[in-house]
């Protein structure tokens, strides 16, 4: 039963002045980038405390009770207002082995995508927390402020910082069936939600304006990911959904589908508004901002929009 079926646990509005941890849950950063996102941060206004010196493991960004403690000092420290990750990659799902739930009193805003997806499924699912799948400091905001393989600046203040309920995000996508729905915003990197089903956090998307993108995989990939939600009947009280835009996902041959043809011969019979081609996730254009474990309303006509019902964040 999912914690995020009562009522949602927001974290506090992050404005200018606020205080952000720079965290590693997965794969170390290039410095360069490293240096740029947490510049763009200071920019914004934000005091950034880099609170994980780990050295780098093959993959890992250090070991796993070091990523840990990198999440943990952020969440439990009085003097840290919210968390953004330095980027994905791969680990985040190593520190769900410590009975994170009994170290998560307050909730505060987490920001990622990607890897990410996996933290943020957990934090909902045990913790009814809302987090944010958006930029990180090196995969994204590091780009700079709405540049190509950067981030849209409105869509991540307005996310993390308004405390007050009514905006629409554009999405920027196109209809692959048309139609209006309303339903709790969930999902995230595509194989990463496949990955929770047989967990006890697996993600619970009864009701749900679904999320699903990711990068690099082929049209048959993406439609064997998708014929495993289905069978496993998470699509059968979906809402809604929103599609990134699959980069790097081109068809395997000449004449042979594509993922937005995989995905609309899925998807479109369970009669349901979708939107394909929305800068969520892995994208080259400046990438949207989703708050996760709010309610909104799609409207996929167009470009499509959502508008989100509630804040994700209190005062």
Not at 85 to 113: H, P, Q, T
Not at 133 to 142: C, K
Not at 248 to 259: E, H, L, Q
Request: proline residues 7%.
């Amino acid at each position: 039963m999912s914690v995020g079926k009562g009522t949602p646990r927001k974290p506090k509005a992050l404005k200018a002045g606020s205080r952000l941890a720079v965290f590693a849950p997965a794969s170390p950063a290039d410095a360069v980038e490293m240096v740029a996102g947490l510049a763009e941060l200071k920019r914004q206004g934000f005091q950034v405390v880099a609170n994980q010196d780990s050295k780098p493991e093959g993959y890992f960004a250090g070991p796993a009770l070091e990523r840990l403690n990198g999440l943990l000092s952020g969440i439990q420290s009085e003097q840290i207002d919210g968390l953004v990750a330095v980027r994905g990659g791969y680990g985040s799902n190593y520190l769900l082995d410590f009975e994170l739930d009994k170290n998560l009193k307050k909730a505060k805003s987490v920001i990622g995508f990607s890897d990410l997806t996996t933290l943020q499924i957990y934090l909902w699912q045990k913790c009814g927390w809302v987090s944010f799948y958006g930029p990180m400091v090196a995969a994204g905001i590091s780009g700079g402020p709405d540049a190509a393989k950067g981030y849209d600046e409105n869509s991540f203040l307005q996310a993390i910082g308004k405390a007050e309920a009514g905006w629409k995000l554009r999405l920027k996508g196109e209809p692959v069936l048309a139609g209006q729905a309303v339903g709790r915003v969930l999902g995230g990197a595509m194989t990463l939600v496949e990955a929770t089903i047989g967990t006890p956090w697996e993600l619970d998307t009864t009701d749900s304006i679904l999320i699903l993108e990711d990068r690099a995989m082929k049209p048959y990939q993406v439609d064997r990911v998708l014929m495993h939600f289905k069978q496993a009947g998470k699509f059968e009280t979906v809402k809604g959904i929103v599609l990134g835009e699959f980069p790097d996902s081109p068809a395997v041959a000449a004449g042979a589908p594509s993922v937005r043809e995989v995905c609309a011969r899925i998807l479109r019979p369970l009669g349901i508004p979708i939107v394909f081609g929305a800068p969520v996730g892995h994208t080259m254009r400046p990438m949207l901002t989703i708050p996760l474990g709010i309610p909104a309303r799609l409207d996929a006509e167009g470009e499509g929009t959502l508008e989100f019902l509630e804040p994700a964040v209190a005062a």
